[in-house]
């Protein structure tokens, strides 16, 4: 089934480019990892990232994505307002960092499907720190966004006891479920006689 999906992402994206050649059609984001960096770049973020690529997913990480010269803010958020799924992983620092709290904003006001993985952290234990320096409004934004992030079904790890080939496989099973789900809401968009077959 994995196998499939991938190719029947990018079949409809460039049905849909062909269909209408006057639309610029960027190559599209299938899934947009948000993490803070720091705390796991090296370790699940960047193995979630290598897994889709295997699998020819358009995969975005801003440490293998962005290259020298690119916009930070202008790449990071055409990414999030293409990609089907989000993935949010968070760690015990993830609230510390803007750009963190940016993307996940970003993702959860373009209505994206957000899977979170608390990476040895729970979600109560995450909250938004006003140090003065963001206007409350941009706050309320980042709070409202990690609320309903602590609210919708994640995976939990803990990296002192979790098995690393399960994690990876049950968030490999979420996103692939919620790339489906997403192409098959947008079939049944163009085509309301569209039945799922499977």
């Known amino acids: 089934m994995q196998r499939l999906l991938a190719p029947s992402s990018k079949l409809a994206h460039t049905t849909r480019c062909i269909a209408n050649p006057t639309l610029l059609c960027p190559n599209p984001c299938d899934i947009f990892i948000n993490h803070r960096g720091i705390d796991t770049k090296k370790s699940i973020s960047g193995l979630l990232y290598d897994h889709f690529t295997s699998l020819r997913l358009n995969t975005f990480l801003d440490s293998k994505s962005l290259k020298p010269g690119d916009k930070i803010f202008g790449e990071i958020d055409a990414a999030i307002k293409t990609c089907e799924v989000g993935i949010a992983v968070f760690s015990p620092r993830y609230c510390d960092s803007y750009f963190c709290l940016h993307e996940l904003t970003l993702l959860m006001e373009n209505k994206k499907r957000v899977i979170p993985i608390f990476w040895d952290v729970k979600p109560s234990e995450l909250c ?71």
């Open 128 to 198: 938004v720190k006003d140090d003065g320096t963001r206007p409350a409004s941009e706050i309320r934004r980042f709070q409202l966004a990690l609320k309903e992030a602590r609210y919708t079904v994640g995976l939990t790890f803990d990296t002192s006891t979790g098995d690393w080939s399960k994690l990876l496989a049950m968030a490999s099973d979420a996103v692939m479920k919620n790339l489906l789900e997403v192409e098959e809401k947008k079939l049944m968009s163009i085509n309301p006689t569209y039945k799922h077959i499977i």
